[in-house]
């Protein structure tokens, strides 16, 4: 294992963290509030309606 493909997992990882981090809409209310609680729960700090999703990112059918 080469160091450019250690490189490029630590940008893959960055990656997934500012995805975790950023808020997202909340589709009961539409505002952007919906931040990560745990892994694969999200709750929206407005309405504080809560969703199951993926680990790192927000995404409701
Ligand atoms: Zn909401």
Redesign the pocket.
Known sequence: MGSRYGKRINEEVRKIQNMARSSYK?P??S?K?VKKLAAGIWE?K??K?RYASGAYKFNVK
Do not use: D, E, H, L
């Open positions: 909340c009961s209310c505002r509030r929206c407005k309405c309606s």
